[in-house]
């Protein structure tokens, strides 16, 4: 199963401050919303912003890649040697969060390109 990069998330206190900052001062088209979440269309991914602590400064966004199965996609990773977490479901997503070698953080999730 290949893996599609489809979001870049930033966790944000300020969801307010940041959605008027993609959507007025960048410019980005608005493209979903929900409680504690925003997403902007940026070309060929989504950035999103998730209602959340802001990572300290100096490390990475959460890249997040959509798959359709994400059990068996954890699984198929974790055989490769890859450290995942746990699944989490929600109404909107399933998604299980790891980390690569030097402890940036992505995920895997069933949430669809917009």
Not at 89 to 97: A, E, K, L
Not at 101 to 106: E, H, I, K, L
Request: hydrophobic fraction near 45%; glycine fraction near 10%.
């Amino acid at each position: 199963m290949a893996l599609a990069l489809a979001r870049i998330i930033y966790f944000t206190r300020r969801l307010d401050v940041m959605t008027a900052f993609y959507r007025d001062v960048l410019g980005l088209d608005l493209i979903g919303q929900e409680d504690g979440w925003r997403e902007f269309r940026a070309g060929g991914c989504i950035i999103a912003l998730h209602k959340g602590p802001a990572a300290k400064p100096g490390r990475s966004p959460k890249l997040a890649f959509y798959v359709a199965d994400v059990a068996a996609e954890k699984l198929a990773l974790e055989a490769r040697g890859a450290v995942m977490g746990k699944i989490w479901t929600s109404p909107q997503v399933t998604f299980c969060d790891g980390a690569d070698p030097d402890g940036n953080a992505f995920s895997i999730s069933d949430r669809e390109l917009a």
